[in-house]
Structure formats: structure tokens, C-alpha cells
């Protein structure tokens, strides 16, 4: 049984920052075979895609939205099956539901989703 659990959500004031994790598990195949990625969804908005990683077995090429770039890190530990956002200067902006995203071949595997709230 896949799972994606995302966990390190919180609240936060601007300019502070936080590290989501993604805990990855159940794949026959070991996680650098995947791409993974990182979306979220703000409160009436659609989901978002924030940034994402090719397989490793690709070259971990990465990608990231214009309203995140230099501020948000993504990166992997292929061995421990984890996922990570690091996410600095926070703005309001970034509050959202984020969510852990693998993908190979065209299927996508999600996790619930994690909340981040920026306020002062």
C-alpha cells in the first residue's frame, strides 16, 4: 500500500521559515525511480504546483513557480524514502495546504496534505 504522509506544517510570521517532510513508502520500486513534486492550495484557490524533481535515475533536475523561486528548496533522501520543501522568507501569501506528490509513468500518488499558515 503506497503512502505519502507529509508532516512540519504550521504557523508561522512572515519572513520566518519551515521544512515540510514527506515520508514515502509501499513502492515496489525504490523512490529514486519517481519524480516527486510539491503543490498547494490556498484557501479558495486550486491546487498549485509549488516544485518538483525528476527521478534521480534522470538527474534530480528541479523546478520551481516564479512566486517561490530562490525562496523554497526542494530535495530527497531516496535511501530513507523522504521528501523535502525547505521554505524560507515566508509570505502570507504562502499560506496554503501543501502537498507530497510522486509520480512515474503517469500515475500520481498524493498525500493529504499539510498546512502552512503565514500570518503576523
Known amino acids: 500500500q503506497v503512502q505519502l504522509v507529509e508532516s512540519g506544517g504550521g504557523t508561522v510570521q512572515p519572513g520566518e521559515s519551515l521544512r515540510l517532510s514527506c515520508s514515502v513508502s509501499?513502492?515496489?520500486?525504490?523512490?529514486?525511480?519517481?519524480?516527486i513534486g510539491w503543490f498547494r492550495q490556498a484557501p479558495g484557490k486550486g491546487r498549485e504546483g509549488v516544485s518538483c524533481m525528476s527521478s534521480s535515475v534522470t538527474g534530480d533536475r528541479t523546478y520551481y513557480g516564479d512566486s517561490v523561486k530562490g525562496r523554497f528548496t526542494i530535495s530527497r533522501d531516496n535511501a530513507k524514502g523522504m521528501v523535502y520543501l525547505q521554505m524560507n522568507s515566508l509570505e502570507p501569501e504562502d499560506t496554503a495546504v501543501y502537498y507530497c506528490?510522486?509520480?512515474?509513468?503517469?500515475?500520481?500518488?498524493w498525500g493529504k496534505g499539510t498546512l502552512v499558515t503565514v500570518s503576523s
Open positions: 506528490n510522486a509520480v512515474r509513468f503517469g500515475i500520481n500518488y
Open positions: 509501499g513502492f515496489t520500486l525504490d523512490l529514486k525511480y519517481y519524480s
